[in-house]
């Protein structure tokens, strides 16, 4: 199959998705079920595999510059979540792969997610940069929902060496 993209949006929540390589025409509910309607034939949504082949579902954050030109660090971040499997989280400055940093998040069962579930990363500052973006990933096709996420910047007030 080629590469394709569709996006759809729920009228209801406003919230775009995207698929990619899901070429579908039409989308429809029936007895519960999510029906795709396209040229290969009619699909029901639901199950971590396509076929065999783990599905990649991702959260990519808008780059943020936190109402500030200056260049800041990320010194800590918070996230609530609910996953069935691992998760990453990339966080990432300037849009730079040089920037990037990956931390592995633990499965959250559902339910599970209350002031005391949030996982507080803090090592040390990550990357110097204006913008910052975050991508919040599966692993082998697991489910997941994003509830919280709080990025806590150290501000500079000049650029910074190096």
């Known amino acids: 199959m080629s590469d394709s993209l569709t996006i759809c949006m729920n009228t209801t929540g ?7 390589n899901v070429p579908f025409a039409s989308v429809a509910t029936f007895d519960g ?13 639901g199950g971590a595999t396509d076929a065999g082949t783990a599905i990649s579902a991702w959260v990519d954050l808008p780059l943020h510059d936190f109402e500030s030109r200056a260049q800041k660090s990320i010194e800590a971040f918070d996230i609530g979540y609910e996953a069935s499997g691992t998760l990453s989280l990339t966080i990432t400055g300037d849009e730079t792969a040089a920037s990037a940093r990956t931390f592995s998040l633990a499965p959250v069962k559902t339910g599970q997610v209350q002031q005391d579930h949030i996982q507080t990363l803090k090592k040390h500052r990550y990357g110097k940069a204006r913008y910052w973006g975050v991508r919040v990933a599966n692993t082998a096709g697991c489910d997941f929902s994003l509830d919280y996420l709080a990025l806590a910047p150290v501000f500079y007030e000049r650029k910074p060496r190096g």
């Open 33 to 45: 079920d999510l029906l795709y309607f396209g040229p290969t034939g009619i699909f029901v949504e």
């Open 14 to 20: 406003k919230a775009p998705s995207q698929y990619i």
